[in-house]
């Protein structure tokens, strides 16, 4: 199947820090999505791209389309403790969604 | 509005044993899909249901089959449960299947001994 390579796989930080996590893939996609999920919860979309070379800020988090249509980058400024958890990307193709293997996020406070 | 719901939220099983995870979502949403969520994975398709009436496989399927009962409930099945089956298990649903956000549901932590 599809494989998306989603990095670094865990991050500890400083609250205050940026970060910045990606995503690569071997497959064209037509939409990025970039979810969080909070412990013994769902994820929960937090920004879709629609076009190559299309950035999007939603917040203190901003998320960029490749323009090969095969990578995608999210970044947070200035980390708050309540941004712990799971970062996944994910390719929408036709009707399937396919997720990379997340970014674990912890905030020192 | 509850969103999507999932029960049980958790089960354990014997192997061989069988059960049904239930999924129901009201946001009279078209499409319907369920997951499997193993650590360092991410989430990988099991099962989808573009449309009422409709189911598709997706990445994962085997073991598993699925009833789209009516607009609002989609249900797994698992008839011979396995220890690789051990997963959490997420219910989502999107207006269309062709749209981006899918709404997820708590899931349904299960274990098969």
């Known amino acids: 199947g599809q494989q998306l390579n989603q990095s670094p796989q865990s991050m500890f930080i400083q609250e205050g820090e940026d970060v910045s996590m990606n995503c690569t893939s071997s497959s064209i996609f037509n939409t990025w999505l970039w979810y969080k999920q909070d412990p013994g919860e769902g994820p929960v979309l937090l920004i879709a791209?629609?076009?190559?070379?299309e950035l999007t800020s939603n917040g203190r988090l901003t998320a960029q389309f490749g323009i090969t249509r095969k990578d995608s980058f999210l970044n947070i400024s200035a980390s708050i403790p309540s941004d712990v958890g799971i970062y996944f990307c994910?390719?929408?193709?036709?009707?399937?969604?396919?997720f990379g293997g997340g970014t674990r996020l912890m905030v020192k406070p | 509005n509850a969103g999507v719901t999932q029960t049980p939220k958790f089960q354990v099983l014997k192997t061989g044993q069988s059960m049904t995870l239930q999924c129901a979502q009201d946001m009279n949403h078209n499409s319907m899909y369920w997951y499997r969520q193993d650590p360092g994975m991410g989430l990988r398709l099991i099962y989808y249901s573009a449309s009422e009436g409709t189911t598709d496989k997706g990445e994962v399927p085997n073991g598993y089959n699925v009833s789209r009962l009516n607009k609002r409930e989609f249900s797994l099945r698992l008839e011979s449960a396995a220890p690789s089956q051990t997963s959490v298990y997420f219910c989502a649903s999107t207006q269309d299947h062709s749209y981006n956000e899918q709404f997820f549901g708590p899931g349904t932590r299960l274990t098969v001994l």
């Open positions: 791209l629609y076009k190559a070379g």
């Open positions: 994910a390719g929408l193709k036709g009707a399937m969604l396919t």
